[in-house]
Structure formats: C-alpha cells, structure tokens
C-alpha cells in the first residue's frame, strides 16, 4: 500500500525547548503539519522577518503557505483563546480558515474547567503542580472519565450538553468550598463568541483526513507540545501535564498506526529549564543559572513566569531518547552559552541513599548531579551559518552529547529566528 511519511518532533525535557521555531523551519519538507496533545498550556515561539510571533493551539506550520494545519483529536482546545489567537493571526495578514482544520473528536475546555483548575491546586497547597492555569487538567480527566464536550458537540444541541456540563462542575466546586467566580459570566460570553467563532473552520474527522492524505503519498509532520519529562506516564509525576507528551501521543492523538512512523525528532536545549513546581537535579539556583535566564529570555512564553535554569541533564535526556525512539537531535540554543568558561553536563546522579546510577530512577527527588566539565567556545555563534565556523570547543560539546546520547544532532539553532539554523549534512 502506498504511503506518504511521518514524522514526530517533540521536546526532550520539560518544554519550552524550541518546538515552534523548528517546525516553522521543517514546515516547507512536509504537506501536513499537526498538534497531537495539549492545548493553549503550550507557547511555541517563531520568529521571522523581523516578525515575533506565540502559538498556543494553532500548529506552527500555519505561516509556509500552500500546507494543512490540523488540530487533532488529542488537543483540548479553549474557543474563546482559539478565537483571540486566531484572530490575531489573521489581522496581521496570516488568513487561516482554508488550511486550518480541526478534529471534531478534540476535547473542548469548557470555563469552568478553568476554575476547576485553580480549585485544585488550592487545594494541592504547597504540593501545586504549578500549572498554567488554563484547565488542561480537568478536561483531560473528563476526557478519561467519559465526561467529556468535544468539538463535534457543538454541531447538535450544544447549549444542553454545555448546561449539564457545567452544572457537574459546579457540583464539584461547591463540594471542594470553592466560591469565587468573579468575572464569570463574561468569560462565559467570551467563551461562546468563540464556539461560534469555531464554526467558520472546517470540523473533519482528523484520523480519516490524515490517512487519505498520506494514502496519497504526502507526508506530516506531528508537533508536540510540552516536553517528556511533562508526559503523564513518563514524567517527573505528579509534576507533569495531563497528556502523553511522547512520539506514541502522536498515534494516539492523530489516528496514525505506529507502523507510519519514520523520523523522531527530539528537541533539547543546550541547558535545560523547567517552569512550574517539581524535581529539576541541574537547577542552579546561583548566577550562573540567573545568567543563562537572562541570556536564554527564560521566561513563560504563556504566563511569564521565570524559568528555572540549569546545566544539560544526560541522564534525564537518555531516557528521553529511548522512551521516544528518537532518531535525530536538535540542539536549540547552545549560542546562549557564548561567553561561559565553563559548561556542564550531568552523566550521572548520586541517590539520597548514596548509590551511584546512570539510569533514570523512579523518583529523582533529591538526586545530585554528577557533572563533567567542558571548556567554554567564548565565540559568538549567533551568526554563523555553516558547521566549519562553530569553534572546536563547541564541536567537543557536541560530539560528546551525540557520544552519550548515541544519537546525531542533526540541526543546530544558534537564535531565535528562522534564519539561524543550521542543518548538518
Ligand atoms: P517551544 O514551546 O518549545 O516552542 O519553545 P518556546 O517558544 O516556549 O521557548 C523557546 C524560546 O527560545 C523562544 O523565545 C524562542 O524565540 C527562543 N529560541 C528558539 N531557538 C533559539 C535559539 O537557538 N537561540 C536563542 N537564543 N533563542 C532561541
Ligand atoms: P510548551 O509546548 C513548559 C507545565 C506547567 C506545569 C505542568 C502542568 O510551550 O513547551 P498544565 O497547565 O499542563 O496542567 O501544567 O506543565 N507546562 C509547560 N512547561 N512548556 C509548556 O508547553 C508547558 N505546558 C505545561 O508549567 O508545571
Ligand atoms: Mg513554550
């Protein structure tokens, strides 16, 4: 049978690795591009001609004209945040509504799963997830629990079933003493602007559009949002997101057999970052890790909160490689350690009953990281666009990570904008 490629790109640590910008620069190789889990938690950031731009659920392929975009059934989607983003795509010249196609089968995040989210982490006290607040949570457990609204409900008596909905939810919320609605009827109003908003995109069976695609012989590209080590199985849980973050989401969230697969592209920094609560063995917690937040802009791309920063983590990012099947690496933004002596890298860790493991544990609180050290490039990369300038230095760095990893980079991003990117021969 004939078959069109594809392939997978996702984050190999706690997100905000670089997924937006690497899409953008794959979209023009594939016919397809599509988001598979997630909703508007994510923030993937493009940037060109001059132009800056942060995606929450509209797939990072929309700006390379003449491709589809498909929100597949694995995202939860916020019509009143769908709507603002799409608009404001639209009034600065992107028109979206011909390639954008939406899977009746996504799950819809209803206004007070919002609140529902807040609930709980109220109630979580000092052991809150730290999310982004934006009810991924609650929508995923409705998802699971059979309880769920989806895109394809919108079409036949959707007031009804959105009543019933949200009369549960409120059940909930007055069991947990929650009391605070304020402002509540305008989200609500907003809410519904969007579903009607919604209607001017066409809703598809995404499994059947995706495979009639690919039957005839066009590829994808899957775009995932957050990263492994936010994936609810295979993360640092409970400090994690709601959906599977791996290459297998992408089976999962788009209707696509396994056997389709060809390419994993996994994405990491040079460093590492993490927002929200949660183990991270590599956070600095001295200048150092205040200087990579300043030169990395290491701040939420959706709620502005600060990053947590820290050293490469090759244990965590092993695991990562193997739980995804990874056959290519990304490295993003090594050119924001231009100007350090010295760089580490975390080959193993000390447990807090003192044994010594280069495998990923089952829990990595209070693991310490064992680290080794290399000599800084002290050049500026930013500029360079072909592998024979990049120093000797940061060649040692990364033959060594592709050593560890046993796993080629195969693209180097060197700053924000399409333009600085290497691909490797
Ligand atoms: P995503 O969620 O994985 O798409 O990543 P985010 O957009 O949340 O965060 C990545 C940030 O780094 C964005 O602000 C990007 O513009 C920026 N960025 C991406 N690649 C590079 C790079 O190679 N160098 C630098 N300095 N910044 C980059
Ligand atoms: P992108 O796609 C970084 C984190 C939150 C929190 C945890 C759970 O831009 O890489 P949630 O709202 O999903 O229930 O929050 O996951 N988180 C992210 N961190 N990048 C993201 O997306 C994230 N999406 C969720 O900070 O710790
Ligand atoms: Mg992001």
Redesign the pocket.
Known sequence: MKTGKVDVLL?LQW???????IVDVLTPRYDVIARFQGGPN????L?FEGQKYVLRSIPSGIFQGGKVNIIGNGVVLAPDLFMNEAKELESSGHPLTERLYISKKAHLIMPTHRILDKANEVAKGKEMVGTTGKGIGPTYTDKTSRNGLRVGDILENFEEKYTLHKKRHLKILTSMGWTNFDGFEDVERAWFEGVEYMKKFKFVDSEHEINHILHEGKSLLCEGAQGTMLDIDFGSYPFVTSSNTISAGACIGLGVGPNKIRNVYG?MKAYCTRVGSGPFPTELFDETGARIREL??EFG?VTGRERRCGWIDLIQLRYSVMVNGVTELIM??S??LDNFDTIKACVGYRLPNGDYTEEMPYDISGVEPVYKEFKGWNTETSKFKTEDQLPTEFIQYMTFLEEFLDTRISII????DRD?TIVRN
């Open positions: 984050g997100g905000d690795e670089g997924k937006g910008k994510a923030g993937h950031t940037e994405i990395g802009h791309a993003m933004k050119d924001v991003s060197l700053g924000p600085q």
